[in-house]
Nanobody, 127 residues
């Protein structure tokens, strides 16, 4: 069994920073990519950033470019999300997700491309 455990969420004022971590444990699996999603109240879950595990190539949605940085530590089986210049609209539950295999129609945005999910961590940005 694979487990993803997020940590680092909390309450911060607008303009502040938070750093999220996601540790993977359990059964070893082939890992193509990992990503951070978020879900705000009343909204659908959306991807915000992703990283290819072997190459460290990154992906960001436009709304977080220049403010968020995703990184990974292979030895620690951990992916990070550094969030700077936070805005109230960043308020959401943040989830990490792992994708084990690439396919010809794979893309960052589709939740079903990810095999494993964490339980989520709340990020609240006050104005």
């Amino acid at each position: 069994q694979v487990q993803l455990v997020e940590s680092g969420g909390g309450l911060v004022q607008a303009g502040g920073s938070l750093s999220l971590s996601c540790v993977t444990s359990g059964r070893t699996f082939s890992r193509y990519a990992m990503a951070w999603f978020r879900q705000a109240p009343g909204k659908e879950r959306e991807v915000v950033a992703g990283i290819r595990w072997s190459t460290a190539g990154t992906f960001y949605v436009d709304s977080v470019k220049g403010r968020f940085t995703i990184s990974r530590d292979i030895a620690k089986n951990t992916v990070y999300l550094q969030m700077n210049s936070l805005k109230p609209e960043d308020t959401a539950v943040y989830y990490c997700a792992a994708s084990s295999a690439y396919s010809s129609n794979w893309n960052w945005y589709v939740s079903s491309n990810y095999n494993y999910w964490g339980q989520g961590t709340q990020v609240t940005v006050s104005s």
